[in-house]
């Protein structure tokens, strides 16, 4: 991919952009082996993935990503062969002096099979998802991916990146690029022109001094109210964080305030639909494990459910009672590589939540639907209270699933929820629905114990 982008930047009349190691030391991201960029992006600058061997870092790698993600754009030949791609891989020499053979790490094999999977999702993103995109109303909102895996998951995770040079680089590049391809769409008319202006004088010279009017989009408050029939709050859940000790807030009480204040000035409505890239309730069995571990397991297990924080878990509970009128509260996330979801009524108001998490589209956890049932059936051995889960009513037994999910919500010309449906897939390629009854549901804690 990063060779295609080279020659799609080119074509774009975007200019080559040098990286910042240190203050005073500089690199040309395209003259390092398109499979060794990890030396330069060390867990000491923020970047903790196990994949940073080919990391994005300029404005144009995130821009060329999005191109291709969202509309399958390439070069007019399409993806490099394996011989063109070799001189800019890294390799090793083995056998004896003289006799001497170069040894790659990324080979021809790894490059068959990525070449195929790509293809295959070029043909679609061509095919489906522009037609999609053309023809439904689409929002959007962040996760850690647009920036780096595991953005301000830690504390000092967050102090890294936004510490070292080449952590608020690539920051800053992929939260502009985050704005032109997602953000922009989402309220239009609060994207000044004079922002836009700053972004395009950066892509056309990308140098540090036309970066730094930039730094600014690393402190924004990148979620949004959209007041329609059900009006939806989107949260931000990623730049706003706090880190007391070993408690993680997933947004700071002023920030929870500012959308309570938001939510009470809504129009009446007995549903309101909220957006958190993280899960308000999740599955509980990940999260026991998840808050029992140390500092140094936390990017590991992905440590930062709501529940980190009861605080700032009461905190939004109490500002999304708030909404005029409000009986139901629909909570849509994703994020954790699995699919479920709960129910949670609140005891003073009596208002529902509805946890529905689709996720993940693409990315299974390890161990997949085994893996996530051995945990089940290991914490519930120590705890004997029962998660209100949504139970399928269509013949499922399962809660939880960790085959590839895209979630659906039905509601009445009330704006009652209806049904929630899960749409599946299987790793061998067949397919199956899992369908709540939000009218008359059944949870896994109304279950007899066995």
Same mark, same amino acid.
């Given at each position: 991919?990063?060779?295609?982008?080279?020659?799609?930047?080119?074509?774009?009349?975007?200019?080559?952009?040098?990286?910042?190691?240190?203050?005073?030391?500089?690199?040309?991201?395209?003259?390092?082996?398109?499979?060794?960029?990890?030396?330069?992006?060390?867990?000491?600058?923020?970047?903790?993935?196990?994949?940073?061997?080919?990391?994005?870092?300029?404005?144009?790698?995130?821009?060329?990503?999005?191109?291709?993600?969202?509309?399958?754009?390439?070069?007019?030949?399409?993806?490099?062969?394996?011989?063109?791609?070799?001189?800019?891989?890294?390799?090793?020499?083995?056998?004896?002096?003289?006799?001497?053979?170069?040894?790659?790490?990324?080979?021809?094999?790894?490059?068959?099979?990525?070449?195929?999977?790509?293809?295959?999702?070029?043909?679609?993103?061509?095919?489906?998802?522009?037609?999609?995109?053309?023809?439904?109303?689409?929002?959007?909102?962040?996760?850690?991916?647009?920036?780096?895996?595991?953005? =301000?998951?830690?504390?000092?995770?967050?102090?890294?990146?936004?510490?070292?040079?080449?952590?608020?680089?690539?920051?800053?590049?992929?939260?502009?690029?985050?704005?032109?391809?997602?953000?922009?769409?989402?309220?239009?008319?609060?994207?000044?022109?004079?922002?836009?202006?700053?972004?395009?004088?950066?892509?056309?010279?990308?140098?540090?001094?036309?970066?730094?009017?930039?730094?600014?989009?690393?402190?924004?408050?990148?979620?949004?109210?959209?007041?329609?029939?059900?009006?939806?709050?989107?949260?931000?859940?990623?730049?706003?964080?706090?880190?007391?000790?070993?408690?993680?807030?997933?947004?700071?009480?002023?920030?929870?305030?500012?959308?309570?204040?938001?939510?009470?000035?809504?129009?009446?409505?007995?549903?309101?639909?909220?957006?958190?890239?993280?899960?308000?309730?999740?599955?509980?069995?990940?999260?026991?494990?998840?808050?029992?571990?140390?500092?140094?397991?936390?990017?590991?297990?992905?440590?930062?459910?709501?529940?980190?924080?009861?605080?700032?878990?009461?905190?939004?509970?109490?500002?999304?009672?708030?909404?005029?009128?409000?009986?139901?509260?629909?909570?849509?996330?994703?994020?954790?590589?699995?699919?479920?979801?709960?129910?949670?009524?609140?005891?003073?108001?009596?208002?529902?939540?509805?946890?529905?998490?689709?996720?993940?589209?693409?990315?299974?956890?390890?161990?997949?639907?085994?893996?996530?049932?051995?945990?089940?059936?290991?914490?519930?051995?120590?705890?004997?209270?029962?998660?209100?889960?949504?139970?399928?009513?269509?013949?499922?037994?399962?809660?939880?699933?960790?085959?590839?999910?895209?979630?659906?919500?039905?509601?009445?010309?009330?704006?009652?929820?209806?049904?929630?449906?899960?749409?599946?897939?299987?790793?061998?390629?067949?397919?199956?629905?899992?369908?709540? =009854?939000?009218?008359?549901?059944?949870?896994?804690?109304?279950?007899?114990?066995?």
């Amino acid at each position: 991919m990063l060779y295609s982008f080279r020659e799609l930047r080119r074509k774009l009349g975007i200019q080559e952009e040098k990286a910042v190691k240190e203050v005073t030391k500089h690199f040309n991201p395209e003259a390092v082996k398109l499979d060794n960029r990890k030396k330069y992006l060390s867990s000491n600058s923020g970047f903790t993935s196990g994949e940073r061997r080919s990391h994005l870092i300029t404005f144009s790698d995130y821009l060329c990503m999005y191109l291709f993600s969202f509309a399958g754009v390439l070069p007019d030949r399409g993806f490099a062969d394996y011989e063109t791609l070799q001189p800019h891989l890294k390799y090793s020499n083995r056998g004896d002096l003289g006799d001497e053979i170069k040894i790659y790490k990324y080979g021809r094999p790894n490059y068959d099979r990525d070449k195929k999977a790509l293809e295959s999702f070029t043909s679609t993103v061509r095919r489906d998802v522009r037609s999609v995109f053309a023809n439904i109303v689409v929002y959007m909102i962040f996760d850690d991916h647009e920036v780096t895996d595991d953005w =301000n998951l830690t504390e000092a995770n967050q102090t890294n990146l936004r510490t070292s040079p080449i952590g608020k680089q690539v920051q800053i590049n992929a939260l502009s690029t985050y704005l032109l391809c997602q953000h922009w769409g989402n309220q239009p008319h609060r994207v000044e022109s004079r922002l836009l202006n700053k972004i395009q004088k950066m892509a056309l010279n990308p140098t540090k001094v036309n970066r730094q009017p930039l730094e600014t989009l690393c402190d924004n408050y990148w979620g949004y109210v959209l007041e329609q029939k059900p009006p939806v709050v989107v949260l931000d859940t990623r730049t706003q964080r706090v880190f007391s000790g070993d408690e993680l807030a997933l947004m700071s009480p002023d920030r929870l305030l500012m959308v309570g204040e938001q939510v009470k000035t809504l129009k009446r409505t007995s549903s309101l639909v909220v957006i958190s890239p993280t899960p308000v309730y999740g599955f509980t069995e990940a999260e026991v494990i998840q808050l029992r571990l140390g500092e140094k397991l936390k990017t590991f297990v992905d440590r930062e459910p709501w529940v980190a924080s009861e605080f700032a878990l009461r905190t939004l509970q109490a500002i999304l009672s708030q909404t005029p009128g409000v009986k139901d509260i629909i909570l849509f996330s994703g994020d954790v590589h699995y699919a479920f979801s709960r129910r949670q009524v609140l005891e003073n108001s009596g208002i529902t939540m509805w946890q529905l998490c689709s996720s993940a589209a693409c990315n299974s956890p390890v161990g997949g639907n085994k893996g996530l049932e051995l945990l089940k059936k290991v914490v519930n051995t120590f705890q004997k209270k029962r998660t209100p889960y949504l139970v399928p009513q269509n013949g499922k037994k399962t809660i939880v699933t960790s085959d590839k999910n895209i979630g659906e919500l039905s509601l009445y010309s009330e704006l009652h929820p209806v049904k929630a449906t899960l749409y599946c897939r299987r790793p061998d390629g067949s397919r199956y629905r899992m369908i709540y =009854n939000l009218i008359n549901p059944k949870t896994y804690a109304d279950k007899p114990q066995k």
